[in-house]
C-alpha cells in the first residue's frame, strides 16, 4: 500500500513504541499518588515534560501542559486565553477547526471575535491581523501551516505586529502539521501559546501538548481533579505522554534529514505528475510544508478519485472527512475564494518521514495511471 | 469482475453483498449520503441515518470488502426532496423512492459505478433481472409478498444490463436466514418503511417544516360542491383515502378528488370513487413499447394489486383503461404495467378517466 495521507495520521515510530510499552505494561500507576507505583508514573511524565521543554527551548518544563491532543490544546490556547479577560479572539478563515470552534464558542458566550479572510494563496498579512487587533484583543490565534494546503503563514511577523499594537494581547499558533518539519522554537516575543499533536510526528493518537508561556492564565476547558496545575485535568495517560515526549525528541533530532528527503518525495510526486497529466496546485505559489500536495484534477471528482486511488492501494484525503466517512466542503478552500466544483475536484497527498525520491515517483506513477483512466 | 453494492444497512443489502462475493466478484460497498439533518449531520432517527451507515460499515469490514460513504446529498435534495413537497402542492401523491431510484441511484450512482471501475451496480432490492434471447427483463421477486419491481419500472435495457439484484430469488425468510448463517449484525433488523428523508416522524410533520404553504386550511366539499367540514393542508389527503377525513357521516366516505389550487378536498361514496381509466405520462418502457391496446395488468401504488388494463398511447400520455372500474388511483403515484411476471414499463398517474 501507498500511504499518502501522513497529515493525517503518520505511523508510530518503532523507537516510541519501545518507550511507551512498559506503561501499558507493569507501569500502571496514576501519577496523582503518593506510594512508589504513582511516583515512576510521576516521574515519567515529567521526564516527558523535560524532554519536550528541552526540544522547544521552553524556559520551564511547567510550561508544557499536556492535553489530549491538538485540538484540545487549540481548545485551551483560544477559549483558554480570552476567557479570563473576556477578551476578543482575532483568527483567520482558515485555521483548523479546533481554532474556529472555539472562537466561536466563546461569541455564543459574549466574546469579540474577528475571522479574518485570506487571499487566494490562503494566508494573511501581519498588517491585516495587526488592524483587527486593540488592547481589549485577548488573543490572535494563526496557524503555522495549513493542515490541508501546508501553506505557511507569517507567524512570526504576525506577532511582532500584534505586540506593536497591543503588549498584553497572547499570540498562540496551532503548530500540529508544522512540527514534523519546521523549527518550533520559544523565543521572547514569538508566541505565548504552541499547539502541537504527537499522532502527526510518530507518536500516539490521543496526546498532544500545549506550550503556555510562564505567567499566563488560563481558563480550563476539561474541569475536575487539578491536575497540570489546574489547567486540565482528569488521570495523565501515562504511556501517551511518555510516546510524546519520545516522538517529540526525535522529531526534533531528524527534522533537517526528513526536510530533505520528503521535500524530494514531494517534488518528485509533483514534477512526474505535471508531466502527464493536467493538475493545478491549489495554493499556487504560496510558501508551505514540504509534505503536502494539494492539487486539483479538473474534471475529476475528488470522491471518485479517492475511491479509485484506495482500490489501487493509495491512501489520500480530500476536504474533511465526517462521521460517515463522506467528504464535507473544506472551509479552507472557501476561504482562499476557491469555487465549490472546483474543491470538489481537489485532493491531498501528504508524504511522511520513510519517504524519499523513489517514493514520489511510484506515487506519481500509480495516481497518473488511475487519473487517466478516469479521463 | 467488480460489483459496487448498494449498502444500506439493511439485511437485504448485506446479503445481496455476500451474495456476489460468492458468485466471485470483487465487491465494493457503498452507502449513499442523501439527506442531511440541520448541521449537515446525517440524520439520526429513520431510515439512511448514521447508524444505518455504520450497520453497513461494519458489515462491509465483515465481509472484508472496501466499503465508501459518497454524497448525493446534492442530487438527492434537487431530484427527490424539492419536487416531493412541489408535487403535493400541486395536488399530487409522490412516491420519493420512484424519483431516487431514476434520479439518483439508477442513474447518477449508475454512472459513479462505470467511474470506480465496477462492472455492475447491485442493491438489496427484491425483483429479479434476467436475460434472455430478447433482452434484459425485469421480473417480479420470487417473495410476493416482498415484490419490489414496482419501484423500479424505470429501468431500462441498459441500466438493466449493468444491474443486479441478487436477494430477488430468496424469501425475506431465507434473506434473514442467510444473514445470520453469515453472523452479519443486520439479520434481526426490522424492515425500514419510512421515507428515508422523512425520519420516524409523519410526513405530514416534515411537510409542513419544509414546506410550510402546504399547510393551508380550506374546505371538504361533497360531490355537489357543498361544505361539509374543513381540512388542515390537501397534503394530508391522498385520493382513495378513508380515515381521517374529519367528518361524521352514516356511510364510508373516501377522497374521490383533490383540487389543489382551490384547496378543496372532495369526498363521496365508494361509487363515485371508481374510475374507467387513468392517463400516465413520462412513461419509460424495459425494453420496445407494447403494441397499442395490449392487455396488462397494473399496479397503481406500491401496495395496490395488480388489475387487467388495456394500454394505448395518447399523444405523449398513455391511457390505462381498466378492465373493470377501479378506486381512483392517486396523481402522482406510479402506474407500473406487468406482463404476468415481467414489467413492462410504467410512468406517472396524472389524471383519471370516468366515462
Given amino acids: 500500500m501507498l500511504y499518502l495521507d501522513h497529515a493525517a495520521s503518520t505511523p508510530l515510530r518503532p523507537e516510541v513504541r519501545d518507550v511507551m510499552a512498559p506503561f501499558v505494561g507493569a507501569r500502571f500507576g496514576n501519577p496523582s499518588g503518593v506510594h512508589a507505583t504513582a511516583q515512576q508514573a510521576k516521574n515519567a511524565i515529567e521526564a516527558a515534560r523535560e524532554q519536550i521543554a528541552a526540544s522547544i527551548g521552553a524556559t520551564s518544563p511547567l510550561e508544557i501542559v499536556f492535553t489530549g491532543g491538538g485540538t484540545e490544546a487549540d481548545n485551551l490556547a483560544v477559549f483558554g486565553a480570552a476567557w479570563p479577560v473576556r477578551g476578543g479572539i482575532v483568527t483567520t478563515a482558515v485555521e483548523h477547526a479546533a481554532v474556529l470552534e472555539s472562537a466561536r464558542f466563546a461569541e455564543r458566550l459574549g466574546v469579540t471575535v474577528s475571522i479574518l479572510p485570506v487571499d487566494r494563496r490562503g494566508c494573511v498579512t501581519p498588517e491585516e491581523v495587526a488592524a483587527h487587533v486593540d488592547e481589549r484583543t485577548a488573543v490572535v490565534s494563526v496557524m503555522m501551516a495549513n493542515n490541508e494546503t501546508g501553506v505557511l503563514q507569517p507567524v512570526a511577523e504576525t506577532a511582532h505586529a500584534v505586540r506593536a499594537v497591543s503588549d498584553g494581547t497572547r499570540v498562540h499558533t496551532d503548530a500540529v502539521q508544522a512540527f514534523a518539519s519546521l523549527p518550533v522554537v520559544v523565543y521572547d516575543g514569538g508566541p505565548d501559546l504552541i499547539s502541537v499533536s504527537a499522532h502527526k510526528i510518530g507518536g500516539p493518537q490521543g496526546v498532544g501538548f500545549l506550550f503556555v508561556r510562564d505567567g499566563i492564565e488560563l481558563e480550563p476547558v476539561i474541569h475536575g481533579g487539578g491536575q497540570e496545575l489546574g489547567r486540565r485535568s482528569g488521570t495523565h495517560n501515562v504511556a501517551a505522554i511518555v510516546g510524546l515526549g519520545a516522538a517529540v525528541e526525535a522529531t526534533v533530532a531528524e527534522r533537517a534529514g526528513y526536510r530533505t528527503r520528503v521535500a524530494a518525495a514531494r517534488d518528485r510526486f509533483e514534477h512526474d505528475l505535471r508531466s502527464r497529466i493536467n493538475v493545478e496546485s491549489t495554493a499556487g505559489e504560496a510558501e508551505r510544508l514540504v509534505s503536502h500536495s494539494h492539487l486539483r484534477f479538473p474534471g475529476i471528482a475528488a470522491e471518485t478519485l479517492l475511491v479509485r486511488l484506495d482500490l489501487a492501494g493509495v491512501a489520500a484525503a480530500a476536504g474533511a472527512a465526517c462521521h460517515s466517512g463522506a467528504i464535507d466542503s473544506s472551509h479552507v478552500l472557501t476561504a482562499m475564494g476557491i469555487e465549490p466544483a472546483a474543491a470538489a475536484e481537489s485532493v491531498r497527498f501528504s508524504f511522511g518521514r520513510d519517504d524519499d525520491e523513489s517514493t514520489g515517483a511510484i506515487a506519481a506513477a500509480t495516481v497518473a495511471g488511475v487519473v487517466e483512466e478516469l479521463l | ?355
Fill in chain 2, 1 to 355: 469482475m467488480r460489483a459496487l453494492v448498494a449498502m444500506s444497512g439493511g439485511v437485504d443489502s448485506s446479503v445481496a453483498a455476500a451474495l456476489m462475493i460468492d458468485a466471485g466478484y470483487d465487491v465494493v460497498g457503498v452507502t449513499l449520503k442523501q439527506w442531511v439533518g440541520a448541521g449537515g449531520a446525517m440524520p439520526t432517527a429513520g431510515c439512511c441515518t448514521v447508524s444505518d451507515a455504520e450497520d453497513a460499515r461494519r458489515v462491509a469490514a465483515q465481509l472484508d470488502v472496501p466499503y465508501y460513504v459518497l454524497d448525493y446529498v446534492e442530487e438527492f435534495t434537487e431530484a427527490v426532496v424539492e419536487p416531493f413537497g412541489a408535487a403535493y402542492l400541486a395536488g399530487f401523491t409522490p412516491n420519493p423512492c420512484i424519483e431516487c431510484n431514476r434520479k439518483v441511484r439508477f442513474s447518477a450512482l449508475l454512472e459513479r459505478t462505470a467511474e470506480l471501475d465496477a462492472d455492475v451496480l447491485v442493491t438489496g432490492h427484491h425483483a429479479r433481472v434476467m436475460h434472455d434471447a430478447d433482452g434484459w427483463h425485469l421480473l417480479r421477486a420470487t417473495d410476493d409478498t416482498k415484490d419490489q419491481s414496482y419501484v423500479l419500472h424505470m429501468l431500462g435495457q441498459d441500466e438493466l444490463s449493468r444491474i443486479r439484484l441478487p436477494i430477488g430469488e430468496m424469501t425475506k425468510v431465507e434473506v434473514r436466514q442467510r444473514a445470520a448463517d453469515l453472523g452479519l449484525r443486520t439479520a434481526g433488523k426490522p424492515d425500514s418503511q419510512d421515507i428515508c428523508f422523512v425520519g420516524s416522524g409523519d410526513y405530514r410533520d416534515f411537510l409542513s417544516d419544509n414546506f410550510p404553504e402546504t399547510a393551508l386550511p380550506g374546505p371538504v366539499v361533497d360531490t355537489s360542491g357543498s361544505i361539509i367540514g374543513e381540512h388542515a393542508g390537501v397534503t394530508g389527503f391522498t385520493i382513495g383515502q378513508r380515515r381521517g377525513l374529519g367528518i361524521a357521516v352514516g356511510e364510508a366516505r373516501y377522497v374521490v378528488d383533490i383540487e389543489p389550487l382551490e384547496r378543496r378536498v372532495v369526498v363521496g361514496s365508494y361509487e363515485d370513487l371508481l374510475v374507467d381509466g387513468c392517463t400516465v405520462i413520462d412513461v419509460t418502457f424495459t425494453s420496445d413499447a407494447p403494441p397499442t391496446f395490449s392487455e396488462v395488468t397494473v399496479k397503481v401504488g406500491y401496495r395496490a394489486t395488480a388489475v387487467p388494463a388495456v394500454l394505448a398511447p395518447s399523444g405523449d400520455r398513455w391511457e390505462v383503461s381498466f378492465v373493470d372500474r377501479h378506486p381512483a388511483p392517486a396523481p402522482g403515484q406510479s402506474a407500473v404495467f406487468y406482463d404476468g411476471d415481467r414489467v413492462l414499463g410504467g410512468g406517472i398517474i396524472d389524471g383519471v378517466v370516468r366515462s
